[in-house]
């Protein structure tokens, strides 16, 4: 069982605190911030009921974003891809919860945001794969592994929500 980060030591295999929590990294790409999506966008996370641990606006350097979306570096998409993501600042989080990395890739709805169904992120928000405004982790170790990435020591924040006991029974 995981040791509880409550006691305020990061260690990125640990950072879900409870042995069923998981951690998503989800990021507002550079297009949502320009757009003025930041408030709606945190907010559905916010209002679903998952915890925010960490949160920064930040200019993504190139290593970076290479590095983030290596999977991808065969695909010929992949140079406009790094271009889209450091063209601007983005907005980086870290959210815990119960099932929130496959809850959260539901909540942004498809890739192409065409496909994407009304009431998600990307759905609502959205017109094209190429600016489709968020990216959220596709699995519970990509999760811990890109918070590991994007964030330093020191920067996520261990607490309990006021919410906690309302939102589990
Ligand atoms: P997701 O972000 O939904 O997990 P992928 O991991 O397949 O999707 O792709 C990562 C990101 O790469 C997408 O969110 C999108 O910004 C970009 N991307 C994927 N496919 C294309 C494409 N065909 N053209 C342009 N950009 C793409």
Redesign the pocket.
């Known amino acids: 069982r995981p040791q509880s980060t409550r006691t305020g030591i990061f260690l990125p295999h640990l950072v879900a605190s409870m042995e069923d929590v998981e951690v998503s990294y989800i990021m507002i790409?550079p297009d949502g911030v320009q757009r003025g999506l930041v408030g709606e966008i945190i907010s559905r996370f916010e209002k679903k009921g998952f915890l925010l641990k960490g949160l920064k606006l930040f200019q993504c350097p190139k290593d970076l974003a290479e590095e983030h979306?290596k999977?991808?570096k065969d695909?010929s998409?992949f140079p406009?891809?790094i271009d889209?993501i450091t063209s601007g600042p983005v907005v980086c989080m870290a959210w815990e919860g119960v099932g929130v990395v496959a809850s959260a890739?539901k909540l942004?709805g498809?890739?192409n945001p065409l496909q994407a169904e009304p009431g998600t992120i990307r759905g609502d928000l959205a017109v094209q794969?190429?600016?489709?405004v968020v990216?959220?982790s596709?699995s519970p170790d990509n999760g811990q592994r890109e918070i590991a990435l994007w964030f330093k020591e020191g920067e996520l924040c261990q607490w309990v929500s006021a919410q906690a006991s309302w939102l589990r029974e």
């Open positions: 790409k979306y999977d991808l695909k998409f406009k891809l889209y890739r942004i498809a890739t794969t190429g600016r489709n990216h959220g596709d």
